[in-house]
């Protein structure tokens, strides 16, 4: 299953990654824009588990050459052996695959590099920064983390996606991409100072573009001096 997939799937077969077909059993587009897949696991969720934010890692041609790209599950059954994917739809393979996709259509998967730490302390006010890429994970996050209220600085077109927030503990700050995201780091920079001092234990998520991720996360970890394990930040795709 793995032959064939250039070097990433080479590195990914020295770290003992495992390797699963997943099959389509429906597909509904939740917006033009954002579409939701209902898959079955092909044996994943009881060989490797479930925890929190887990993704894995669907493989795709372009240009005749293999790429992968993460996605987060939403609704993991391990008894049914079932999850789904929901793909913030632009150009590119990934993209054009999901759009295409019917009942029976099987894709390759690969789990290696998933996992989610807890936070402890319970976090007091979780602080999270994303984009419709990172929402299923926002929304995994939201579930795991129980009762704690959270501020989501949510960058991008929003209206009907499927968000999972309570309002009552849950404010969703809506941010306009602009500049390569440099509107969403001044913005983030202007607010989150005050709401980190005003709770005792917080807990900062950032799952951006790439380039977006770092700044952020830069500036939490070396202005801000939120410890190491109080943050969490992994670039979730790249800006052309």
């Known amino acids: 299953m793995a032959q064939g997939r250039g070097w990433e799937g080479a590195v990914l077969r020295l770290m003992r990654a495992k390797d699963f077909t997943l099959t389509v059993t ?3 587009d939740v917006t033009p824009h954002y579409r939701r897949l209902h898959l079955t696991d092909g044996g994943l969720l009881a060989a490797t588990g479930v925890h929190p934010t887990m993704w894995v890692r669907l493989w795709f041609t372009s240009a005749g050459k293999p790429h992968q790209r993460a996605y987060t599950l939403v609704d993991p059954d391990p008894a049914a052996g079932t999850f789904s994917l929901e793909f913030a739809l632009h150009e590119g393979a990934a993209s054009d695959w999901a759009r295409a996709a019917q009942p029976g259509d099987t894709i390759e998967a690969t789990v290696q590099g998933t996992g989610f730490d807890q936070p402890a302390p319970v976090p007091s006010h979780v602080l999270a920064i994303g984009d419709p890429a ?6 995994s996050l939201l579930d795991a983390l129980g009762s704690a209220p959270a501020t989501i600085w949510f960058e991008g077109t929003a209206d009907d996606l499927p968000f999972r927030a309570d309002p009552s503990r849950h404010e969703i700050r809506h941010v306009p991409r602009r500049d390569a995201g440099a509107h969403l780091v ?3 920079k202007a607010e989150l100072p005050d709401l980190l001092t005003a709770t005792p234990d917080p807990y900062v998520w950032i799952a951006c573009d790439t380039r977006t991720t770092r700044t952020l996360s830069a500036y939490v970890r070396k202005e801000l001096g939120v410890p190491k394990d109080r943050t969490h930040a992994l670039g979730y795709w790249r800006a052309a």
């Open 26 to 28: 429906g597909a509904e």
């Open 134 to 139: 990172s929402l299923p994970a926002i929304n």
């Open 186 to 188: 001044d913005r983030v």
